[in-house]
């Protein structure tokens, strides 16, 4: 009962070292799910890249990756003073390592009041509007810091997706850091962290601002920027053919039309069948979501499951371990034990079983 995850590790490995190359000072992300590789693993690869610095999601996460990279480990949850009380995120133990980010004064007036001085990242607000100061705040974060507060590590950019605004948002933050002292000797030292901008936005940014040392954080396009290094699996497990009529699964909805039921491995356990909102819009992008909502009130959606180059539909609602597909008569029913591709979103699915060639 396997849904694996099979990698093509000479192409993969190639497209991680590629991705280094062209992007210097690169910070892998490894959080959440860790990709569908789980971050363990990507903290390994890490560290065979040679990076000295390696990002995580949330202070949960430091313990799955800190004894696989001897690296810096660089919080992109801004730290929180309530967080503290969580002895599973106590960071004593794992010493400087930690880069916190901090996007509030309050906060940064928590850490600044610790004996040990913690490392900081300050994050500049971006037109994401998730985290980070105002270009005041900024500067009134540099004057704590600069009166013997927490050790800055520079200044952090969240942009938005890559693109031409992206770049000029990413431009007008960099003048703001660097009124609040970011630069050689500045008071926020010389490191700008980025995300989301491409290798040729990074190294253009970077020829127009020598002095500052950029460090692109990078996940996605780090570990799942190679699609055909990459393939995805699931095993069936049973086929029963089925007349027109008869009654079936959980809920005992009656067969469309004569086919099969097949079952194979993968359910809501591992993320299959549940859908995350998508970043689409426009005419098309409604009709389509107009579309498949008509084929769930027929009881008929299109799973990710792909048999002789079609997804094939649900006959129900996903199980935790295992789906049902409905294979019309006439189609192909593959054999159990057989292997059918799956296309599944990486960042959302927990396989069982990860092949590395």
Not at 61 to 84: G, K, M, S
Not at 90 to 96: F, I, K, N, Q, V
């Amino acid at each position: 009962m396997t849904l694996t995850l099979h990698v093509d590790g000479d192409a993969w490995r190639a497209h991680l070292r590629r991705t280094a190359e062209e992007r210097p000072g690169l910070v892998p992300v490894a959080k959440g799910n860790g990709y569908g590789f789980g971050n363990h693993r990507l903290a390994r690869r890490a560290e065979w890249l040679g990076v000295d610095t390696l990002a995580v999601g949330t202070y949960t996460e430091l313990a799955d990756v800190a004894t696989r990279c001897p690296c810096d480990l660089l919080v992109l949850t801004p730290w929180r003073a309530f967080l503290t009380a969580d002895p599973a995120i106590s960071t004593p133990a794992l010493g400087d390592r930690v880069i916190h980010t901090v996007g509030r004064m309050g906060d940064l007036q928590a850490l600044a009041a610790r004996p040990d001085r913690p490392r900081v990242v300050l994050e500049r607000m971006t037109s994401m509007r998730r985290h980070g100061f105002t270009a005041t705040g900024l500067r009134e974060a540099a004057r704590l810091v600069a009166s013997n507060g927490p050790r800055a590590e520079g200044v952090a950019v969240h942009l938005p997706l890559s693109g031409p605004d992206s770049v000029r948002e990413a431009e007008d933050a960099i003048t703001d850091a660097i009124s609040a002292g970011l630069g050689p000797g500045g008071r926020l030292g010389n490191t700008l962290w980025l995300s989301h901008l491409s290798a040729a936005e990074i190294a253009d940014l970077a020829g127009r601002y020598p002095d500052l040392r950029l460090r692109p954080r990078v996940g996605t396009d780090l570990w799942l920027g190679a699609p055909g290094a990459l393939r995805v699996t699931a095993r069936v497990l049973d086929a029963h053919p089925i007349r027109r009529g008869e009654r079936y699964g959980y809920r005992r909805r009656r067969a469309p039309r004569a086919g099969t039921l097949l079952i194979v491995s993968g359910g809501t356990g591992h993320g299959i069948g549940l859908e995350a909102p998508t970043g689409r819009s426009g005419v098309r992008a409604r009709g389509a979501t107009f579309a498949r909502g008509g084929l769930d009130a027929a009881g008929l959606v299109r799973s990710p499951y792909i048999i002789d180059g079609k997804h094939r539909l649900f006959a129900e609602p996903p199980h935790m371990q295992a789906s049902m597909l409905f294979l019309p008569s006439g189609a192909r029913v593959p054999q159990v034990g057989d292997e059918v591709p799956v296309r599944v979103r990486h960042t959302a699915t927990t396989f069982d079983e990860i092949r590395i060639d």
